[in-house]
Each structure stands twice: as C-alpha cells, then as structure tokens.
C-alpha cells in the first residue's frame, strides 16, 4: 500500500491561510488501511482544525468533510464535482497521487496535501507500517529470496553485505534489520544459497525515476480506437 502521515493541524491551517471555505477530502484506500486519510481521520483533522482556526481568531472559515472511494480516478471524483464550485480551496487527505489528480481535475481551484506521503510498504504490526518496496521499475526478488536489497538495505548493495551488521542489524540503525542477513537467512531455508554466489548486475535505473513521469500501457485494455490516454 501507499502509506503516508498526517501533517500537523497549525501546517494544514497555515496552506488554508486566505481561505473561507475549504473543503477536507477523505479516500478510502491506501490511507484508510494506514490510519492516515479515511473517514475516521478526515472527521479528526476536521474538527481538530475548526478549533484551531477559532483560536487564531479565524472561526468564520467553514471546514466542511467529504470521502471519496480513490482519489486516483476520475470516475469516482466525479462525485466531488458539483461540491467542489462551492470553496474556495481543497485539502486532500490522499496520497499525493490523490492530490494531484485532483489540481488536475479542478484546474481553477486550489488543491493541498493534509498529508505527507512516504512510501510503498506494509503493516508490520499494530500502528507500525514499513517500507518494501521502492517502485524502481525493474522488480529483482526473484534474485534475492524475495527479499529487495535495493529498498531495504541502507546501503543498496547487490553484491553481499558491507561487513558492519551486528547481530542481524544494520550498522547505520541499530533498529534496521539487516537486509542481507533476512536474504541470507531466506535463502538458507529454501535451498538456494548457491544463487548467491553469483555477481549481481548493476542495476538498471533507466525505468526509475530520473527520466521523468513513468507510465504503464497496457493496449489491450484501451477503448477500441481510441489508443491510451495522452
């Protein structure tokens, strides 16, 4: 999932400086699973920010709520449209994709991001989310026992680790597992140790980010004749 943290209420009140009316827009997916941007939290964020706007004097600014089903498609921002023509502005509690698809959406009005998006991961217990996966664009966990050195090692290296783990942690953070000691140990446990033995291929970066914007096309799902959206 996309996991991502709320910012702090006097920063979303700040960005809404010059606003009267503003409306807090909620998604239900990724940042509903990570506690961060569902109906529940746009509820929290609301009231949390009616009250600080009274205290610095700014009561009269209207705070109205909403969720949306993703903030990521057009289809369901279509429920948001007639609403939208009555705010001044907009604070997106989706992830950045969410807020961008809706500056998009409604060039005219202005859009804010109520949360600070982080990064593709998992729940690794209760209120504990971490990070798996760096969207790099050339997936290698079939090379590494599943386990990706690139996103989890401190170091990204290929080729083995750097020497300084102590005790399955890693030197930069005594609280960071070891990427290549949970490769290792994985490896062990399936039989394959021997994979490991050969050297790694630099990585290709050329599908990262560096080159701009990605996009993913799939012409056998594009509306007949119509060829992928520009």
């Known amino acids: ?54 205290l610095v004097g ?16 057009d289809a369901f921002i279509d429920i948001l449209a007639q609403r939208v023509s009555q705010y001044d502005a907009i604070c997106s ?16 009005k202005p859009v804010y991001p109520g949360l600070n998006t982080q990064f ?5 217990s ?3 989310w971490t990070e798996k ?3 790099c664009g050339h997936c290698r966990l079939g090379e590494f026992a599943g386990v990706c050195p690139i996103t ?5 290296l290929l080729n083995g680790p750097c020497g300084g783990s102590r005790e399955g942690k890693c030197e930069v953070n005594a609280d960071t597992e070891c990427a290549w000691q949970r490769i290792y140990d994985r490896a062990k446990a ?3 140790l021997d994979r490991l033995d050969a050297i790694a291929a630099p990585h290709d970066w050329s599908t990262g980010i560096e080159g701009g914007p990605r996009k993913v096309v799939r012409e056998d799902q594009c509306i007949a004749g119509l060829g992928p959206k520009s």
């Open 120 to 124: 593709i991961g998992i729940l690794e």
């Open 1 to 54: 999932m996309i996991v991502a943290d709320r910012k702090k209420i006097p920063e979303i009140r700040d960005m809404i400086q010059g606003h009267d009316r503003v409306l807090l827009v909620g998604c239900g997916t990724c940042v509903t699973v990570c506690l961060a941007g569902g109906e529940r939290e746009v509820g929290i964020i609301g009231a949390a920010l009616r009250m600080s706007l009274k």
């Open 190 to 192: 399936l039989g394959t």
């Open 152 to 156: 989890r090692c401190a170091k990204r």
């Open 58 to 73: 700014r009561g009269h600014v209207v705070v109205d709520q909403c969720t949306i089903e993703r903030q990521c498609e």
């Open 133 to 135: 996966c760096l969207g």
């Open 126 to 128: 209760q209120g504990v």
């Open 93 to 108: 509690l989706g992830c950045g994709a969410g807020v961008q698809t809706l500056a998009e959406r409604f060039p005219q």
